[in-house]
């Protein structure tokens, strides 16, 4: 979504947008409409600088990010060093 580079979905990250907000869906188990992103911070911010998820999810407006942004940092931080 964001880099617009294709992977294989086990790569990806699922996200869906409850209530202005998106929300990471690691089980791809939430209601909605769903988008997928690699789960790193710059493909993130090339998603937000894009304005891709307004678009992806087909809402007007701007979404909270900062959940998501979270989520990956975390999950960025918990991969080991190689």
Not at 15 to 29: K, L
Request: aromatic share 4%; charged share 30%.
């Amino acid at each position: 979504m964001g880099c617009r580079k294709r992977a294989a979905k086990h790569q990806l990250l699922r996200v869906t947008a409850i209530e202005g907000v998106c929300v990471p869906d690691p089980r791809g188990a939430l209601p909605g409409r769903g988008a997928h992103l690699h789960p790193e911070p710059a493909c993130l911010d090339l998603a937000v600088r894009r304005r891709a998820f307004p678009r992806a999810f087909r809402l007007q407006g701007t979404l909270d990010t900062e959940r998501l942004r979270g989520f990956i940092e975390e999950r960025v931080g918990d991969t080991p060093a190689s």
